[in-house]
């Protein structure tokens, strides 16, 4: 089964600051890369998908990169709403997909 | 608008059964994969189950195979999750997931999620 490795587990930031999220696969998943924000008490919300591509509605200040087994999602300017943790997932093996581990975002 | 509304969860002892029940409103889920994820207590998310829009194609994560049952009725706009032989370690927020594909799949609608607990 591929595993993903999410890096930090999780990390504090200052609102305005530029935060990166590291997600890597053991295999090459070409762009099967998704990611997910998750707050406490609600629904996971897809972000990206296809590695790069924002998902309809989401604020332009999340951004999406990589390919084969390292992925990165960044948001550029952080913003007070943007506290929750967020996780990648790979969606290329065989119907059997795996999430990595999240990062918890905190608001400093 | 698109929505998914689960039901079924309690509380159910070790070796006990649950049936978890979603429907769609807004969208018809016979045009979609549909799949099930999980969120224990303080937790990472879980994918569970995928099951194919004609019900011809289903996939498990390991921990689940041979317990668990996805299943659907299109007829309903429905999907099921039967879960049989349950642990402790099965409590979770249950969530009905519709996956779409646009060049890769990805789970774009999800529910609100049912809670089990096993115990």
């Known amino acids: 089964d591929i595993q993903m490795t999410q890096s930090p587990s999780s990390l504090s930031a200052s609102v305005g600051d530029r935060v990166t999220i590291a997600c890597r696969a053991t295999?090459?998943?070409?762009?099967?890369l998704n990611w997910y924000q998750k707050k406490p008490g609600e629904a996971p919300r897809l972000l990206i998908y296809a590695a790069s591509r924002l998902q309809s509605g989401v604020p332009s200040r999340f951004s999406g990169s990589g390919s084969g087994t390292f992925f990165t999602l960044t948001i550029s300017s952080l913003q007070p709403g943007d506290s929750a943790t967020y996780y990648c997932?790979?969606?290329?093996?065989?119907?059997?997909?795996?999430f990595g581990q999240g990062t918890k975002v905190e608001i400093q | 608008e698109v929505n998914l509304v689960e039901s079924g969860g309690g509380l159910v002892q070790p070796g006990g059964s649950l049936r978890l029940s979603c429907t769609a409103s807004?969208?018809?889920?016979?045009?979609?994969?549909m799949s099930w994820v999980r969120q224990a207590p303080g937790k990472g998310l879980e994918w569970v189950a995928n099951i194919k829009q004609d019900s011809s194609e289903k996939y498990y994560v390991d921990s689940v195979k041979g317990r668990f049952i996805i299943s659907r009725d299109n007829a309903k706009n429905s999907l099921y999750l039967q879960m049989n032989s349950l642990r402790v370690d099965d409590t979770s927020v249950y969530y009905c997931v519709r996956i779409r594909y646009f060049g890769v799949p990805s789970q774009d609608v999800w529910g609100q999620g049912t809670t089990v607990t096993v115990s």
């Open positions: 807004g969208f018809t889920i016979g045009d979609y994969w």
């Open positions: 295999q090459n998943i070409a762009n099967y």
């Open positions: 997932q790979q969606t290329i093996g065989d119907l059997v997909w795996t």
